[in-house]
C-alpha cells in the first residue's frame, strides 16, 4: 500500500509519519483489498483549546474512495480517532463485497 502524507500549515513530522503509517499498516493486514491512503494533517485556528489538530484520511478501494476527519487537541489522537472510523467503513464495506 502506498501512504502519500501532506501538511497544510503545519511542519512535517517524521514521529507523525510513522504513526500514522504503523496503525494504516494494521488495516491493510486485516483488508487486503486496499490500495492507498492519503494522509491529510492541517492546524486550525479555533476558539476550543481541544480542537484544531485536524487528520484527515482517503482510501481509495475497490468502489467509492472512503475518507474518514477528526479534530481533537493532538494529532495523535486525531489519527487514531480517524483510523477507527475508517476501521467502521471498511468492515461494512468488506461485509457487501462478499459474495454468496
Known amino acids: 500500500m502506498n501512504i502519500n502524507f501532506e ?3 503545519v511542519k512535517a513530522s517524521n514521529r507523525l509519519e510513522i504513526m500514522a503509517a504503523d496503525r494504516l499498516e494494521k488495516l491493510l493486514n486485516k483488508y487486503d483489498f486496499v490500495v492507498r491512503a492519503d494522509v491529510f494533517i492541517k492546524k486550525e485556528n479555533t476558539s476550543q483549546p481541544n480542537t ?3 487528520c484527515g ?3 481509495s478501494t475497490p468502489g467509492p474512495r472512503l475518507f474518514a ?3 481533537n ?3 495523535e489522537a486525531s489519527i487514531s480517532e480517524s483510523v477507527t472510523e475508517l476501521e467502521r ?3 461494512r464495506r468488506k461485509a457487501k463485497m462478499k459474495s454468496y
Open 52 to 54: 484544531g489538530m485536524i
Open 7 to 9: 501538511y497544510h500549515a
Open 89 to 91: 467503513q471498511l468492515d
Open 73 to 75: 487537541g493532538s494529532f
Open 69 to 71: 476527519e477528526s479534530s
Open 57 to 59: 484520511i482517503r482510501l
